[in-house]
T-cell receptor
């Protein structure tokens, strides 16, 4: 049973518009969430994170929102650029459950930003 | 800093062959891990290590061995390759929550 789910395998948006990538989780013990970005033939790179004590974290064009009651987080990219085209992975962790900070990853969403 | 390096980048094995995927990091991170990425499955943890001499199993450890004799190196051994082990393998090291990934090894088992 997947604890972290990204139900949209792909998303296509026009350059300049907003991209919204969604992630749902089932374990209420998760207390830290991260987004990773992956280009073809490269390893994933860290993008942005949020602690469960916050509901929003912003870094430039990227904002992550956390809704703990719904066990849902989303990544907003505004404005979207063609260079944002990549696979985005959501990941979750719980220091309460596991002191080794293990990350549980979702299956990824492939974002295509059309020029 | 080179970060996390992995060799080889590509490998083709026949069923039953063994091999070692190499991973090294120069960030002095205690925690290292191995993941495999398969279509529609995301990144699944194979084995991890919280320091030299300490390793533990992740979500999908069967068919793989690891050892951690130094802080820098964390090799992954396939004992007897099977077609089900065809995948892209990523090594990572981390400090607290943020993981730094290597470029990956694409392995095909025929």
């Amino acid at each position: 049973d997947q604890q972290v789910k990204q139900n949209s395998p792909s998303l296509s948006v026009q350059e300049g518009r907003i991209s919204i990538l969604n992630c749902d989780y089932t374990n209420s013990m998760f207390d830290y969430f991260l987004w990773y970005k992956k280009y073809p033939a490269e390893g994933p790179t860290f993008l942005i994170s949020i602690s469960s004590i916050k509901d929003k974290n912003e870094d430039g064009r990227f904002t992550v929102f956390l809704n703990k009651s719904a066990k849902h987080l989303s990544l907003h990219i505004v404005p979207s650029q063609p260079g944002d085209s990549a696979v985005y992975f959501c990941a979750a962790s719980s220091l309460k459950m596991d002191s080794s900070y293990k990350l549980i990853f979702g299956s990824g969403t492939r974002l295509l930003v059309r020029p | 800093n080179a970060g996390v390096t992995q060799t080889p980048k590509f490998q083709v094995l026949k069923t039953g062959q063994s091999m070692t995927l190499q991973c090294a990091q120069d960030m002095n991170h205690e925690y290292m891990s191995w993941y495999r990425q398969d279509p529609g499955m995301g990144l699944r943890l194979i084995h991890y290590s919280v320091g030299a001499g300490i390793t533990d199993q992740g979500e999908v450890p069967n068919g793989y061995n690891v050892s951690r004799s130094t802080t820098e190196d964390f090799p992954l051994r396939l004992l007897s390759a099977a077609p089900s082990q065809t995948s892209v393998y990523f090594c990572a090291s981390r400090e607290a929550y943020e993981q730094y990934f290597g470029p990956g090894t694409r392995l095909t088992v025929t």
